[in-house]
């Protein structure tokens, strides 16, 4: 009989991770599937301290290599064959809706598919611990597939594990090369909270400008010039920002080389382009202050990112326990 896992890729439990609320989820999920695993890339005494807690809980010791899709077949081949799974990042959060839905899956073997999205809505911290606020508002069905996530699939023995040009994402699929196969859209109801620190969330955006400057649905998508785009890409190349540990490094220095910082800042003042809330995020970030939500939010309207002012409407924050970052 199928069993439903609730699995996690993580580093020392999410200890100094941004945004991590991985030992909440253990914690106030474990009992409601039948099994979880934790793949941890950098375990330590304390984190399994924490583990040893969770009654149903297999840790996996898998030391990090840089590459997140060698932690997804790690993951995967501790999933015995026909269990599905629910493949989580130690930011993520998947609603009761989402778990009641994956349990019905696991109880119907006559499905025609093996695996399914589901939307996402973002939350930000507003002070650096446990109050986070929802700056998207909940998808609707004209979102879909954009903002959601292949996240519940089927263990088979043709799993297959796509990376994005970033490394950073991870797409499940059953057919070798190919991102593409025919999967159901989930209901918006089926969601799941992603939870990000604002220091985090400005480096995952500024992270997706150099890894894709010429990607077809990209933040630099018709909104350069073909010479634009090639300088950008020569950029990229010549101070190696491929390498998303060196562009992390430089950019929370605040210390862009000068000709990359000057042709950012050549899009300042366009209001709606992605290349201006590069600007806007990158200055943000110089500023070293994480606590001006609202200042954060006028930055990434400036782009297409659709934000719900959750300030300006004073929905309460949701509160998650989670660890510090180790922010510097």
Known sequence: MSQLALTYITMNAGDGIPGSILKHCLTTLHNKVDYCVVVDGQLTPQAMDFYKTIPNLTVINSPWTGRH???????NEAIPIGDWVLCMDCDELPSDQLIHVARQLVQNHQLPYNICYSPSITYLAIDGTNNFIRIQEPPTVEDFPRRSKRLLYKRQENNYFISSPCGKHVTPTHIKGN???????GSKDYIHYHFKTIE????????YVVSNPRHESGPGARQLTQEQENTLVDLVTKYDYKNTSKFIEDTKKGQWPSDFRDFVYQFKGHLGQSMSKFYYLYEFLRKKDFTNIKELISCISLGFIPVYDSVIN??????????PSIWQ
């Not at 991102?179 to 859209?185: C, G, R, Y």
């Not at 985090?200 to 992270?207: G, K, P, Q």
């Not at 004073?314 to 660890?323: A, D, F, M, N, S």
């Open 179 to 185: 991102s593409l196969d025919e999967v159901p859209i």
């Open 69 to 75: 899709v060698e932690q997804y077949h790690v993951r």
């Open 314 to 323: 004073k929905e309460p924050p949701l509160v998650i326990p989670r660890t």
């Open 200 to 207: 985090s969330f400005i480096l995952n955006e500024c992270i």
